[in-house]
């Protein structure tokens, strides 16, 4: 399983993601980013930034 936590690129977010690949991860972080972060769109930097921060759990 993949682990992603927000707070790695959103020091003051406490959420935690878990999928089997890195895409749902993406896929996930995508929704939270617009729900939670009002991020309507994802700028290829932070998707590099959560991409180099998903752990192999
Ligand atoms: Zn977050």
Same mark, same amino acid.
């Given at each position: 399983?993949?682990?992603? +936590?927000?707070?790695?690129?959103?020091?003051?977010?406490?959420?935690?993601?878990?999928?089997?690949?890195? #895409?749902?991860?993406? $896929? *996930?972080? +995508?929704?939270?980013?617009?729900?939670?972060?009002?991020?309507?769109?994802?700028?290829?930097?932070?998707? #590099?930034?959560?991409? $180099? *921060?998903?752990?192999?759990?």
């Amino acid at each position: 399983m993949k682990q992603f +936590a927000c707070g790695d690129v959103v020091p003051s977010c406490g959420r935690t993601f878990t999928a089997p690949t890195d #895409d749902e991860i993406l $896929a *996930a972080v +995508a929704g939270h980013a617009r729900d939670d972060h009002g991020l309507t769109d994802i700028p290829s930097s932070l998707v #590099d930034q959560v991409r $180099a *921060a998903i752990r192999t759990a």
